[in-house]
């Protein structure tokens, strides 16, 4: 998981469960080691959507059912996660989440998997919100002049 460098010692002892089993015969010792490779490595995202503006006071935004996904390197498979789904997660040096949520790869059309790798299909995938009369924020700068 960590490689076998000396230096990376540390990550075994912090994500490794131990447990010993003994009955009259003898005693086990059971090491459980969470293994990946690099298929399995994602870097986590939030999704953020803002309102699209579809005339002067209406907007368009879309809803998500999943607010963050992994990416991985190669960009072919991909989790959504909900924030329940990240509370399971354990995090030290490395997070490390169960295995309980689908890795979908970037052929499947969902919503999020449409809007991050910009398909077209996005309007037709997610469920959108028609804003009326809204008003978009003013942000203002505070600061140094």
Same mark, same amino acid.
């Given at each position: *998981?960590?490689? %076998?460098?000396?230096?990376?010692?540390?990550?075994?002892?912090?994500? *490794?469960?131990?447990? +010993?089993?003994?009955?009259?015969? !003898?005693?086990?010792?059971?090491?459980?080691?969470?293994?990946k490779t690099d298929a399995q490595l994602f870097s986590p995202f939030k999704i953020l959507?803002?309102? *699209?503006? +579809?005339?002067?006071? %209406?907007?368009?935004?879309?809803? +998500?059912?999943?607010?963050?996904?992994?990416? $991985?390197?190669?960009?072919?498979?991909?989790?959504? =996660?909900?924030? $329940?789904?990240?509370?399971?997660?354990?995090?030290?040096?490395?997070?490390?989440?169960?295995?309980?949520?689908?890795?979908?790869?970037?052929?499947?059309?969902?919503?999020?998997?449409?809007?991050?790798?910009?398909?077209?299909?996005?309007?037709?995938?997610?469920?959108?919100?028609? =804003?009326?009369?809204?008003? %978009?924020?003013? =942000?203002?700068?505070? !600061?140094?002049?």
């Open positions: *998981m960590a490689g %076998t460098k000396f230096q990376d010692v540390h990550v075994y002892y912090e994500l *490794m469960k131990v447990a +010993l089993i003994g009955n009259a015969h !003898g005693v086990q010792l059971v090491l459980s080691i969470p293994l959507v803002f309102p *699209m503006r +579809l005339s002067p006071d %209406t907007f368009l935004k879309y809803q +998500l059912d999943y607010h963050y996904f992994g990416l $991985a390197v190669d960009q072919g498979d991909f989790p959504l =996660l909900t924030e $329940a789904d990240l509370q399971r997660c354990t995090t030290s040096s490395v997070t490390i989440c169960p295995a309980e949520v689908p890795l979908y790869p970037s052929q499947v059309l969902t919503c999020e998997g449409s809007l991050l790798f910009q398909i077209s299909d996005s309007y037709q995938l997610c469920r959108k919100n028609l =804003l009326r009369r809204y008003q %978009t924020p003013t =942000l203002i700068h505070h !600061g140094s002049k």
